[in-house]
T-cell receptor, first 115, second 113 residues
Framework: KAGVTQTPRYLIKTRGQQVTLSCSPI?????VSWYQQTPGQGLQFLFE???????NKGNFPGRFSGRQFSNSRSEMNVSTLELGDSALYLC??????????????FGPGTRLTVL | TQLLEQSPQFLSIQEGENLTVYCNSS?????LQWYRQEPGEGPVLLVT?????EVKKLKRLTFQFGDARKDSSLHITAAQPGDTGLYLC?????????????FGAGTQVVVTP
């Protein structure tokens, strides 16, 4: 069974631009979560989507947004990029349930560099 | 202040040596997870501990959950270069039945041949 895939793997942008990252979950998984990983702050939760609805959100500014499609694929968008947005962005998928926590499986991440 | 404090931040050892990394908090948790992240990859779940005092073994890795469920340790016996990676502890924070993972900052382990 294929794992979580993320595209692109590497991305270089300049300040002020916007970027869209994509995540394809494991087949059959309906929940997708996004995390930001930086050397200074570690791994931080951005948001989670289940059945095309945002179910949970971390403490990030409104420049960070996401969406989920009917096939469970998800995208996250960062507008007006800042230098501090340089990070590894990880996507994790799980079966998804409204009544319990399910194990999350992580993709390899997208390395975003903002110049 | 981090909810989960991991120590040490960095550990470099020779192949065959033992090592222990720690994950501490002032909060009580119903469960705690350990992940390993290798360069260029996402974290991979190693174990979930749920009972105070619980000890779980995964080949040469031994995980312990503190009696009070506030801390955990990971011990590696006879480390091998393949054990190199970032070891992260994490807890599940639940809001309205939806859980999200909160991670510690991690311990970077380097095992040299």
């Amino acid at each position: 069974k294929a794992g979580v895939t993320q595209t692109p793997r590497y991305l270089i942008k300049t300040r002020g631009q916007q970027v869209t990252l994509s995540c394809s979950p494991i087949s059959g998984h309906r929940s997708v979560s996004w995390y930001q990983q930086t050397p200074g702050q570690g791994l931080q939760f951005l948001f989670e989507y289940f059945s095309e609805t945002q179910r949970n959100k971390g403490n990030f500014p409104g420049r960070f947004s996401g969406r989920q499609f009917s096939n469970s694929r998800s995208e996250m968008n960062v507008s007006t990029l800042e230098l501090g947005d340089s990070a590894l962005y990880l996507c994790a998928s799980s079966l998804g349930s409204s009544s319990s926590y399910n194990e999350q499986f992580f993709g390899p991440g997208t390395r975003l560099t903002v110049l | 202040t981090q909810l989960l404090e991991q120590s040490p931040q960095f550990l470099s050892i020779q192949e065959g040596e033992n090592l222990t990394v720690y994950c501490n908090s002032s909060s009580v948790f119903s469960s705690l997870q350990w992940y390993r992240q290798e360069p260029g990859e996402g974290p991979v779940l190693l174990v979930t501990v749920v009972t105070g005092g619980e000890v779980k073994k995964l080949k040469r890795l031994t995980f312990q959950f503190g009696d009070a469920r506030k801390d955990s340790s990971l011990h590696i016996t006879a480390a091998q270069p393949g054990d190199t990676g970032l070891y992260l502890c994490a807890v599940i924070m639940t809001t309205d039945s939806w859980g999200k993972l909160q991670f510690g900052a991690g311990t970077q382990v380097v095992v040299t041949p």
